[in-house]
């Protein structure tokens, strides 16, 4: 049974239940009126604090008066011209940024997209143009987008896949090393080798050639499959790999990137360099955009291999340059502080809350896994939903990941004020879910 906050919010949504699509994944209803920063009203006038940030989107937080400025400026001047038929100063202006912080091995170009699926349908378009190879890699638990060749490599829910086939059929899925769950435990004591050895002694002996692969698409740090952070030795494992096949490294951070982990990417914590980057939601603050990015050399294709007339719309740009200019001038480095701050203080709960199975993330991408008991690690998903309920009926917007995660993603210049009021929220829905006491 839905539980409304208000009679406003109650009546959009029985609205919209006849005429928007029943596929969107509403937990809760909430009905968004404003917001300013990592706070949000709903329409009945409550205040909430936004820890979801629109799904890891608004990276500078709600309307920040310089990302507005730019939008404002921009529409005054023209809304649309198409990037992909003419050209337009704030485009070329973004994709030099983007070149410049790019953690590619040589400056990159960049393909603008209006969102996650499409910069990584781009990504497997590149690398099949540039390889000629038919097939790729990618990981159970792995998300990235709906569309039908980015469903193809998506293995994070059934929902998600299933009556959608056939999608793109030669991608081959293998298991995304998960240091809290490890699926090769007693056979190496390192589970980001073991499936790179996986890859290498199953997948490349007895399923595809290794010389046919055009490309492993793989997230930094799991989002929608769980938060789950890969242990060092992953991403320099498949970096190995893929240059000893010529098969090209494709990094979806879509979710990842833009700062959210305290640098500019989160491969930029360990000595990686991928071939090609996808990148969207924290991008443009809120504004549809994304961007496929692969170094000059890579990214050769001929003029009409590929185009949008939408992608990297002047709006989306301006927004997307001036989110730049915020997250370099301090707020990366205030997600690393603070999420620093705030991992601290949820493990701190542990002690107290036997139900909290592992913490993990790196700045502000932060998951909380909730398990029935730890010895056992048996997943409680129920528990983990009804926290998001309490939470929310509390005056705290949050958002689960993978089948009994709950992630952490306020935005990245969230203050420390703001992080103590969440806590102090999200350890009373806890307490009251445990306790059986949910109101
Ligand atoms: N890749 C990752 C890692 C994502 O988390 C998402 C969305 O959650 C996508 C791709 C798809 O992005 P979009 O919803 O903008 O198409």
């Known amino acids: 049974m839905v539980r409304y906050r208000g009679p406003l919010s109650q009546s959009y949504i029985e609205r919209d239940e006849l005429v928007v699509s029943p596929s969107y994944?509403?937990?809760?209803?909430?009905?968004?009126?404003?917001?300013?920063?990592?706070?949000?009203?709903d329409v009945d006038g409550h205040r909430y604090l936004d820890f979801s940030s629109g799904v890891a989107v608004t990276a500078t937080g709600h309307c920040h008066p310089d990302v507005v400025e730019a939008i404002q400026t921009q529409a005054e001047r023209f809304l649309h011209m198409s990037g992909t038929d003419f050209y337009y100063p704030i485009q070329i202006e973004l994709a030099e940024y983007l070149s410049r912080i790019a953690p590619t091995r040589e400056p990159a170009r960049g393909f603008f997209t209006n969102s996650g699926a499409e910069a990584i349908e781009a990504a497997i378009k590149l690398a099949l143009y540039v390889t000629r190879r038919p097939y790729f890699i990618a990981f159970y638990g792995g998300?990235?987008?709906?569309?039908?060749?980015?469903?193809?490599?998506?293995?994070s829910k059934v929902v998600q896949r299933r009556h959608f086939t056939p999608?793109?059929?030669?991608?081959?899925h293998v298991p995304y090393?998960?240091?809290?769950?490890?699926?090769?435990?007693?056979?190496?004591?390192?589970?980001?080798?073991a499936v790179v050895r996986y890859l290498r002694d199953v997948v490349f002996a007895k399923k595809v050639?290794?010389?046919?692969?055009?490309g492993v698409l793989v997230e930094p740090i799991q989002g929608e499959g769980g938060y789950i952070v890969p242990p060092a030795s992953f991403l320099p494992g498949l970096r190995q790999l893929?240059?000893?096949?010529?098969?090209?490294?494709i990094l979806d951070e879509v979710q990842s990137g833009m700062g959210r982990t305290g640098r500019w990417f989160a491969v930029d914590h360990e000595n990686v360099q991928p071939d090609i980057l996808a990148v969207a939601k924290g991008i443009a603050s809120g504004m549809p955009l994304g961007v496929m990015l692969a170094p000059r050399s890579l990214m050769t294709w001929e003029s009409g291999a590929h185009a949008s007339t939408f992608g990297g719309n002047p709006i989306s740009c301006a927004a997307g340059l001036a989110t730049l200019r915020l997250l370099e001038g301090?707020?990366?480095?205030?997600?690393?502080?603070?999420?620093?701050?705030?991992?601290?203080?949820?493990?701190?709960?542990?002690?107290?809350?036997?139900?909290?199975?592992?913490?993990?993330?790196?700045?502000?991408?932060?998951?909380?896994?909730?398990?029935?008991?730890?010895?056992?690690?048996?997943?409680?998903?129920?528990?983990?939903?009804?926290?998001?309920?309490?939470?929310f009926h509390r005056g705290l917007l949050l958002l689960g990941a993978g089948p009994n995660t709950l992630r952490f993603v306020p935005p990245l210049n969230v203050t420390c004020e703001h992080i103590e009021e969440a806590l102090m929220i999200f350890e009373t829905a806890l307490s009251a879910v445990e306790a059986g006491h949910a109101v």
């Open 25 to 41: 994944t509403r937990g809760y209803p909430f009905v968004m009126d404003h917001g300013r920063g990592s706070e949000v009203w």
């Open 242 to 249: 893929c240059d000893e096949f010529g098969i090209l490294l």
């Open 143 to 155: 998300f990235h987008g709906r569309t039908l060749g980015a469903l193809a490599f998506t293995a």
């Open 209 to 214: 050639c290794p010389d046919e692969v055009a």
């Open 330 to 391: 301090g707020m990366i480095a205030n997600a690393a502080k603070m999420g620093a701050f705030l991992q601290e203080r949820l493990r701190a709960m542990m002690p107290g809350h036997p139900t909290i199975g592992d913490v993990r993330g790196r700045g502000l991408m932060i998951g909380v896994e909730f398990v029935r008991n730890r010895r056992s690690k048996q997943r409680a998903p129920g528990l983990r939903n009804q926290i998001v309920q309490e939470a």
């Open 177 to 193: 090393p998960d240091p809290f769950r490890p699926l090769f435990a007693g056979l190496s004591s390192d589970e980001g080798e």
């Open 167 to 172: 999608t793109v059929p030669s991608v081959t």
